[in-house]
């Protein structure tokens, strides 16, 4: 008799176990103990980290070949809804693709005219940030309108959003939390709220963090995740991100069924159908249907509303970003205190550069203590890196400053495409189509971020030796400028 296959399941555990150790495992003993690492550094500013338990889902998934998202899939879905605290989340193969659906859905003739995104209509989003924050507002017809960023918190501000505002034109918003801090919700929902604005969270870079409302109404006091406040929320899983699975992302649904099941609808092909992948009949009615224009009867899974795409990742993937969920709450652990730990080291650099403080604090007293503002909100970043912002007139040059950290090792970046009126893209659209593009102000805020700052890492793959070489580099830098070597 050949061996069972839970048997041969559990040579393959052990040995991708073995494997783990030798090949990833960074000298750990592939305990589970964690090391990410990039390619272009040292100490890179972000990575995957993982552990035997992903390969092996990986490899469990591989040995189902079932490929396309299955039941891993809907596993995350629910599981990442529930974390999150929404009613849905659908899995994607990206989170450019999750803001292309997440704007996508405002498209949908099933939604009432006064909500839908048709042409004219605007949408507000900050003009510094990732591209494709902003891109999914032209793709879909829309008018961008950009508006200022605070450089040191990287968020909206938001006098600009009511600037920003025109009555029967604006249909949403859609903004990030930048760096991993959550913008001023409070502020953005009652903006949003008293205008019936769609609001759409860009949640990738901030999986994990958490704020809560001041003001004494009800749910007030109490800290939610981000990605939990907005109509609809992105995720981002590729690797720099907080969990990943390679490639990937997630749009979640806050409440509405219809929301959910148009960003559903776009992601697979644009069918009415919501039969999970190789599953039919799950309306109970598969040919009973009737639509205007089509034979009686017709198979509901060959009906599309929409105008969709394709855009679902593999169930291979999702078994990865299972585990990786799994391992958040010492993920968000570690980015606090790699973030806190940068900030008490370079504290003397207070001259050189402006840091930034959680959304609501207005001063840092005490390794992850602050002294909070009057309105009672707080937030509790799960930040995605640590900022660096340098002063104006402090003699530091940000680009020598990022070639010198480069030479030594240490993993930097800037703040993605700055100011996205400067990115050709954005300039040669808003040249071709003037009516399509929207500025509010001079944008001095997102210039000043484009020109002065730069971020190191707080991910988890991140030792203290790491983070002592990152200060250390950063000081002797700072503290040899005019006879810097
Ligand atoms: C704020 C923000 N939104 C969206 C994205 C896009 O995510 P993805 O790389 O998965 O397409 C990124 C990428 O880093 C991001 O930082």
């Not at 450089?151 to 990030?176: H, M």
């Not at 604090?361 to 002294?371: L, N, P, Q, S, T």
Request: hydrophobic share 35%.
């Amino acid at each position: 008799m050949g061996r069972s296959k839970r048997e041969i399941l559990s040579s393959i555990e052990e040995l991708v176990r073995e494997y783990y150790s030798q090949v990833h495992g960074d000298g750990l003993g592939g305990t589970g103990e964690i090391r990410g690492g990039g390619k272009d550094a040292e100490i890179p500013y972000a990575g995957r980290v993982f552990g035997h338990e992903e390969l092996n889902a990986a490899v469990r998934s591989s040995l189902d070949f079932w490929l396309t998202l299955g039941e891993q899939g809907e596993g995350f879905e629910r599981e990442i809804a529930s974390y999150l605290g929404v009613r849905f989340s659908r899995l994607v193969n990206s989170g450019s693709s999750a803001n292309f659906l997440a704007v996508g859905a405002l498209t949908s003739s099933s939604l009432p005219e006064g909500l839908r995104l048709v042409g004219g209509g605007e949408i507000i989003t900050c003009a510094a940030g990732f591209p494709t924050t902003a891109a999914p507002i032209l793709q879909h017809g829309g008018t961008v309108v950009f508006v200022d960023v605070d450089p040191v918190t990287c968020n909206v501000r938001l006098e600009s959003l009511q600037e920003a505002y025109r009555e029967g034109k604006t249909r949403g918003v859609i903004l990030a939390h930048g760096m991993g801090n959550p913008f001023d919700i409070g502020g953005v929902l009652d903006f949003c709220r008293e205008r019936g604005l769609v609001l759409i969270e860009d949640n990738c870079d901030a999986l994990g963090s958490r704020y809560c409302l001041g003001g004494g109404g009800e749910g007030d006091g109490e800290m939610r995740l981000t990605g939990s406040w907005g109509d609809l929320s992105t995720q981002s899983f590729y690797p720099a991100h907080h969990i990943t699975m390679g490639e990937g992302g997630l749009v979640s649904v806050r409440q509405d069924v219809r929301l959910m099941r148009i960003v559903e609808s776009l992601r697979d092909w644009g069918r009415d159908c919501w039969c999970a992948t190789g599953v039919s009949g799950t309306c109970g009615k598969r040919f009973g249907w009737s639509f205007d224009g089509l034979p009686d009867g017709y198979d509901h899974k060959y009906v599309y509303s929409h105008l969709g795409y394709n855009m679902k990742p593999t169930d291979w993937q999702a078994a990865i970003g299972r585990v990786q969920l799994s391992r958040l709450p010492e993920f968000i652990q570690a980015r606090r205190s790699n973030w806190e730990y940068l900030r008490s080291g370079l504290d003397e650099l207070q001259e050189v550069f402006e840091f930034g403080l959680p959304t609501h604090a207005v001063e840092r007293i005490g390794d992850g203590e602050y002294r909070w503002d009057s309105s009672g909100s707080r937030s509790e970043p799960s930040w995605f890196g640590f900022m660096l912002l340098v002063r104006p007139n402090s003699g530091l040059d940000r680009v020598e400053l990022a070639r010198y950290l480069t030479e030594r090792g240490i993993g930097n970046r800037m703040f993605f495409g700055g100011n996205l009126m400067r990115q050709p893209a954005f300039s040669d659209f808003a040249k071709e189509h003037p009516d399509r593009v929207r500025v509010v102000g001079d944008l001095q805020g997102a210039d000043r971020l484009m020109r002065d700052g730069i971020f190191i890492g707080v991910y988890p793959g991140l030792r203290r030796s790491d983070l002592d070489l990152m200060i250390d580099t950063i000081t002797r830098y700072v503290r040899g400028i005019g006879g810097r070597k």
